[in-house]
């Protein structure tokens, strides 16, 4: 607070017109008699009830107290409304707003116990009188602290003496959170400033008793539990300059974005739609800890629209407080298929692989047209019209045996055109809302969609069944397939009969097969060179092709080849030593049996 705060301004050396307002307090207490109705009297006089003449704030006196009493003679509220325009200066000067004021103190306002505001700002105020020129000043805030001490006085000193202990116990923990103070929570382990807006009680059910802050900028709203007296810690020196740097790691987050990242996060969990609980009726998502490492979609807006239960707002301000924003970014996994929150830290620009094309074992012509046509797609922006997106998409169906690249090429497809990959099956999709979302999702994120082993969408529809609810499922992808702008891949081990009007929404069919030698070659060595030249004594070009057509006699595909390399590095790092071409020999050996097996 600047010298000038603390000193009453007035021009020409006069004060505001303070004549008409009394440096005096009338009391007037209420109570109910025996019909019930409400009767007031003026307190320290015995004369007879008397009845409300005038409004308060147009009352001539400085303060009007008004205490209402409960049927056993204790006081239930008390109720002080300030007319003195000094004291309305002082306010505007030390307090300028406080959020459960509805009042910018210019003229005549209310306060009701506890005087959450009073018990804040009671050094301050006290601070302003002490240093103001003004007598008359000095004797209207004497008027105020009077009352302030009769109603609130010896409570006050019960507190300073708890918190000079650094103790405060739930029923007073909200003299702590000032509003426009600054608090530290943590999340996934990572400090969080947070401006107060405002306090409040409550209970839960299954929360019992809760103290809520209301702060701005990020979240709207926390809650913390208050079970028994805790210390009051301070905050870490380094602290400032670490939240500093995590704003601008958060500000460059915003929007949506497709970002790698590598760490703990949380994913939103709610109860089941089969389930119910009277006792858990108000019982909110939680946030669930969990390992992510892949591709996320950050998406703020989108989260909140899906979640509006449990949306966090965030105050839109062109020159953000870097300090107060908060730790993580809202996004979508897109392993996991759940909104999760990720820490800011642990996000990192996508490293898109540039030559993913060429490492695509596919038929020339077949990698070719395919290349030509996703590259060459573009999302249709500013659509005003479901018609003006019939048509503007791009189907691809991919069929074929197990393991021969399938989901392989969709993934390359979304790696070369740098957008996020929509994985989803039919085990996702029984319900009209989720095939809905999903595609909703990619127009918004101008995401590919890739839909697995679709052989519910693709066979022929038999209307003399019973498939009712397999006939609207399919009615409806036909329907939002035809309208939907972006990419989508639908792969299928096994197609008998294809539905005709799926078939004429296929724009490019790709079939593929067991791999030949030469492609199991390709497959062995691409891998082999995959492998840090650390781990191996297999690596390098003229190795890892001298490994591959000693292992291509193997016929396998190419899921198979990356389970064996896997577990043979894991054989190879339980061992101790470096991987060796034994080591996938003895992988494919032990398998043999089984496999076999399967063939006879």
Same mark, same amino acid.
């Given at each position: 607070?600047?010298?000038?705060?603390?000193?009453?301004?007035?021009?020409?050396?006069?004060?505001?017109?303070?004549?008409?307002?009394?440096?005096?307090?009338?009391?007037?207490?209420?109570?109910?008699?025996?019909?019930?109705?409400?009767?007031?009297?003026?307190?320290?006089?015995?004369?007879?009830?008397?009845?409300?003449?005038?409004?308060?704030?147009?009352?001539?006196?400085?303060?009007?107290?008004?205490?209402?009493?409960?049927?056993?003679?204790?006081?239930?509220?008390?109720?002080?409304?300030?007319?003195?325009?000094?004291?309305?200066?002082?306010?505007?000067?030390?307090?300028?707003?406080?959020?459960?004021?509805?009042? *910018?103190?210019?003229?005549?306002?209310?306060?009701?116990?506890?005087?959450?505001?009073?018990?804040?700002?009671?050094?301050?105020?006290?601070?302003?009188?002490?240093?103001?020129?003004?007598?008359?000043?000095?004797?209207?805030?004497?008027?105020?602290?009077?009352?302030?001490?009769?109603?609130?006085?010896?409570?006050?000193?019960?507190?300073?003496?708890?918190?000079?202990?650094?103790?405060?116990?739930?029923?007073?923990?909200?003299?702590?959170? %000032?509003?426009?103070?600054?608090?530290?929570? $943590?999340?996934?382990?990572?400090?969080?400033?947070? %401006?107060?807006?405002?306090?409040?009680?409550?209970?839960?059910?299954?929360?019992?008793?809760?103290?809520?802050?209301?702060?701005?900028?990020?979240?709207?709203?926390? *809650?913390?539990?208050?079970?028994?007296?805790?210390?009051?810690?301070?905050?870490?020196?380094?602290?400032?300059?670490?939240?500093?740097?995590?704003?601008?790691?958060?500000?460059?987050?915003?929007?949506?974005?497709?970002?790698?990242?590598?760490?703990?996060?949380?994913?939103?969990?709610?109860?089941?739609? *089969?389930?119910?609980?009277?006792?858990?009726?108000?019982?909110?998502?939680?946030?669930?800890?969990?390992?992510?490492?892949?591709?996320?979609?950050?998406?703020?807006?989108?989260?909140?629209?899906?979640?509006?239960?449990?949306?966090?707002?965030?105050?839109?301000?062109?020159?953000?407080?870097?300090?107060?924003?908060?730790?993580?970014?809202?996004?979508?996994?897109?392993?996991?298929?759940?909104?999760?929150?990720?820490?800011?830290?642990?996000?990192?620009?996508?490293?898109?692989?540039?030559?993913?094309?060429?490492?695509?074992?596919?038929?020339?012509?077949?990698?070719?047209?395919?290349?030509?046509? &996703?590259?060459?797609?573009?999302?249709?922006?500013? &659509?005003?019209?479901?018609?003006?997106?019939?048509?503007?998409?791009?189907?691809?169906?991919?069929?074929?045996?197990?393991?021969?690249?399938?989901?392989?090429?969709?993934?390359?497809?979304?790696?070369?055109?740098?957008?996020?990959?929509?994985?989803?099956?039919?085990?996702?999709?029984?319900?009209?809302?989720?095939?809905?979302?999903?595609?909703?999702?990619?127009?918004?994120?101008?995401?590919?969609?890739?839909?697995?082993?679709?052989?519910?969408?693709?066979?022929?529809?038999?209307?003399?069944?019973?498939?009712?609810?397999?006939?609207?499922?399919?009615?409806?992808?036909?329907?939002?397939?035809?309208?939907?702008?972006?990419?989508?891949?639908?792969?299928?081990?096994?197609?008998?009969?294809?539905?005709?009007?799926?078939?004429?929404?296929?724009?490019?069919?790709?079939?593929?097969?067991?791999? $030949?030698? $030469?492609?199991?070659?390709?497959?062995?060595?691409?891998?082999?060179?995959?492998?840090?030249?650390?781990?191996?004594?297999?690596?390098?070009?003229?190795?890892?092709?001298?490994?591959?057509?000693?292992?291509?006699?193997?016929?396998?595909?190419?899921?198979?080849?990356?389970?064996?390399?896997?577990?043979? %590095?894991?054989?190879?790092?339980?061992?101790?030593?470096?991987?060796?071409?034994?080591?996938?020999?003895?992988?494919?050996?032990?398998?043999?049996?089984?496999?076999?097996?399967?063939?006879?």
């Amino acid at each position: 607070m600047t010298s000038d705060q603390l000193h009453p301004s007035h021009e020409n050396g006069t004060e505001p017109a303070s004549q008409e307002s009394i440096c005096e307090s009338k009391v007037y207490h209420h109570t109910k008699n025996k019909d019930g109705r409400d009767q007031c009297k003026e307190q320290l006089q015995d004369s007879e009830p008397t009845k409300n003449s005038e409004d308060d704030e147009d009352s001539p006196y400085a303060l009007i107290v008004r205490r209402r009493f409960s049927e056993k003679r204790e006081v239930e509220s008390t109720t002080v409304c300030i007319n003195s325009p000094l004291i309305h200066k002082a306010f505007q000067d030390v307090i300028g707003s406080y959020p459960t004021v509805a009042s *910018d103190f210019k003229s005549s306002f209310k306060l009701e116990s506890p005087f959450q505001i009073l018990l804040h700002y009671w050094d301050p105020l006290e601070a302003y009188r002490d240093e103001a020129d003004s007598p008359r000043m000095r004797q209207h805030l004497n008027l105020l602290f009077r009352f302030m001490e009769e109603e609130m006085g010896p409570e006050r000193r019960t507190l300073q003496h708890m918190l000079q202990k650094q103790m405060i116990t739930f029923k007073q923990a909200w003299v702590i959170y %000032r509003p426009g103070d600054l608090v530290v929570s $943590e999340v996934l382990g990572k400090s969080w400033l947070s %401006r107060v807006e405002k306090v409040s009680y409550g209970t839960s059910r299954n929360r019992g008793p809760a103290i809520t802050l209301r702060q701005t900028i990020q979240p709207r709203s926390k *809650d913390f539990q208050f079970i028994h007296e805790s210390s009051v810690t301070g905050a870490r020196p380094d602290l400032e300059t670490e939240l500093l740097e995590r704003g601008k790691k958060f500000i460059t987050n915003r929007g949506i974005l497709t970002k790698d990242y590598d760490g703990i996060a949380e994913w939103l969990k709610e109860p089941p739609l *089969d389930f119910f609980d009277p006792n858990m009726a108000d019982y909110p998502p939680i946030w669930l800890p969990f390992t992510e490492t892949g591709r996320v979609v950050l998406d703020r807006k989108t989260f909140e629209e899906d979640n509006y239960s449990h949306v966090t707002m965030i105050e839109e301000v062109d020159d953000p407080e870097l300090f107060l924003c908060p730790p993580y970014a809202l996004g979508y996994s897109t392993g996991r298929k759940e909104w999760c929150r990720y820490l800011v830290d642990n996000l990192r620009d996508v490293a898109w692989k540039e030559n993913a094309w060429s490492s695509l074992i596919l038929d020339q012509e077949q990698k070719q047209v395919l290349k030509a046509l &996703v590259m060459s797609h573009k999302h249709p922006e500013r &659509v005003r019209s479901l018609s003006e997106q019939k048509g503007k998409g791009l189907v691809v169906l991919l069929h074929g045996t197990p393991g021969s690249g399938k989901t392989l090429s969709a993934e390359t497809a979304a790696e070369m055109s740098k957008k996020a990959l929509l994985s989803t099956s039919m085990s996702e999709l029984n319900r009209y809302d989720r095939l809905k979302q999903i595609l909703q999702y990619a127009t918004t994120w101008n995401a590919i969609i890739l839909f697995d082993e679709a052989d519910v969408f693709l066979e022929s529809r038999d209307l003399t069944s019973n498939s009712t609810t397999r006939n609207a499922l399919v009615a409806v992808f036909l329907k939002h397939l035809e309208y939907f702008s972006g990419i989508v891949f639908l792969t299928t081990s096994r197609l008998s009969s294809i539905d005709a009007a799926m078939k004429s929404r296929i724009h490019l069919s790709l079939s593929f097969g067991p791999p $030949e030698a $030469e492609v199991r070659r390709q497959i062995w060595k691409q891998n082999l060179e995959a492998v840090p030249v650390d781990e191996t004594e297999i690596g390098g070009k003229e190795l890892s092709s001298q490994a591959a057509e000693d292992l291509i006699h193997h016929k396998l595909n190419g899921r198979e080849m990356s389970n064996a390399l896997n577990t043979a %590095r894991t054989l190879a790092r339980f061992e101790e030593v470096k991987l060796s071409l034994q080591h996938i020999e003895t992988v494919l050996k032990v398998g043999q049996t089984f496999r076999k097996h399967i063939e006879t």
